[in-house]
């Protein structure tokens, strides 16, 4: 069975960071596109980075230079490096698989398939 568990969320002040983990099960990620989206409440849910397949990064602008994308294939885990983090970030943050080509990356939560629970950051002002 095909599984995304998200952890590492919690409460930070200003300025601070967290480290998000998501554990793959069921499948190897070598092949898959890995997206974190988030969602904060009362708005949509929001792509915030993606590793491609064969490990190109992207970012939504509002965490580039502060969010860092990356995967460990061999332990099956990807994670979500967030520095200087604001009120803004506070949301719950999930992570999401798809199968795709090569450098193809996803934006849109409907083009994955598979999704964690999510995982909560809050961020107080």
């Known amino acids: 069975q095909l599984q995304l568990v998200e952890s590492g969320g919690g409460l930070v002040q200003p300025g601070g960071s967290l480290r998000l983990s998501c554990a793959a099960s069921g499948f190897t990620l070598d092949y898959y596109a890995i997206g974190w989206f988030r969602q904060a409440p009362g708005k949509e849910r929001e792509w915030v980075s993606c590793s491609s397949s064969d490990g190109y990064t992207y970012y939504t602008d509002s965490v580039k230079g502060r969010f860092t994308i990356s995967r460990d294939n061999a332990k099956n885990m990807v994670y979500l490096q967030m520095n200087s983090l604001k009120p803004e970030d506070t949301a719950v943050y999930y992570c999401?698989?798809?199968?795709?080509?090569?450098?193809?990356?996803?934006?849109?939560?409907?083009?994955?398939?598979?999704w964690g629970q999510g995982t909560q950051v809050t961020v107080p002002s």
């Open positions: 999401a698989a798809r199968g795709g080509p090569g450098g193809a990356i996803y934006v849109l939560s409907y083009e994955y398939d598979y």
